[in-house]
């Protein structure tokens, strides 16, 4: 089975006929690995934009593209259907779900749809590599992090342009290739997928609730790391659950902040202390 990695790089462009924005895509860039990781064939291309009229002052600082770069480039239906020639029978991988939420928001613009039927089956490779790198914070992992952690040089390898981003993902696969784990993360790109997929995601803001009740909320002193004993209730501030901490250790006071975030089948509890 191959595997193609892709990456996207998008414009936030209003757009006046649904009266929100949409993250137009300006490029597409995929590599496709055999079952041995290893490259056999290339995909890139710009696309036309038809939304937005002008690029983001952040998206021309980070792409170094231009407009008049982007005019050269082909429409988003042709782009699309070269890409999906190119990915047909693959897993389809990219580093977070981002890439292939903006993919969706585009195709459900030009098509009315949503899923995409040369997907039949799709990898996370970020929340790959962060479990395979044994890191437990529940911050998203970046790329180029990544990619020092692992001990890759980088720095040849242009940033913010989608092929270029996608063999940083590849090495990153490759230094931590499993088969067996691998298996673990490709999921099937069935309804579910899709619905968990444009699912968005929102910080619970419910003054009553308390994060006790959904789960057990531990902090580690940031003096000695041994664990602190809670020694107020939670209240309520800016949709944030704050509360005082204690260590038996050394006693050292200090406040812990808790936000819960609603995912489409779960609750994501992110954590900072506080001076």
Known sequence: MDYVIFDLEWNGAYCGELDCYINEIIEFGALKLNENL??????????????????????????????????RGLPFPYSMKKFS??????????????????????????????????????CDLQQY???????????????????????????DIPKHRAVGDSYVSAMC??????????????????????????????LIDEPELTPSEQSVVTFNCPHCGARAKRSSAFTHKTRAYIARYSCPLCGHDFGGRVQLKKRYDSIQISKKIMK
Not at 102 to 119: P, V
Not at 188 to 201: E, I, N, R, T, V
């Open 173 to 202: 696969l490759r230094r931590l290739y499993h088969p067996g784990a691998l298996n673990y993360y490709i999921v099937d790109a069935d309804k579910d997928f899709y619905d968990s997929l444009m699912y968005h995601a929102y």
């Open 38 to 71: 290893q490259i056999i064939d290339e995909f890139q291309t710009l696309v036309r934009p038809t939304i937005g009229r002008r690029l983001t002052s952040p998206v021309r600082t980070l792409t170094s593209l231009t407009y008049e770069d982007l005019k």
């Open 129 to 155: 590599c962060h479990d395979m790198l044994g890191l437990t914070d529940s911050n998203a992992l970046g790329l180029r992090t990544a990619a020092g952690l692992l001990g890759i040089d980088a720095d």
């Open 85 to 122: 020639t190119f990915c047909k029978g693959s897993v389809l991988m990219s580093w977070s779900t981002s890439d292939i939420t903006a993919l969706a928001e585009n195709i459900r613009y030009y098509n009315g749809k949503t899923s995409f039927g040369f997907m039949t089956k799709y």
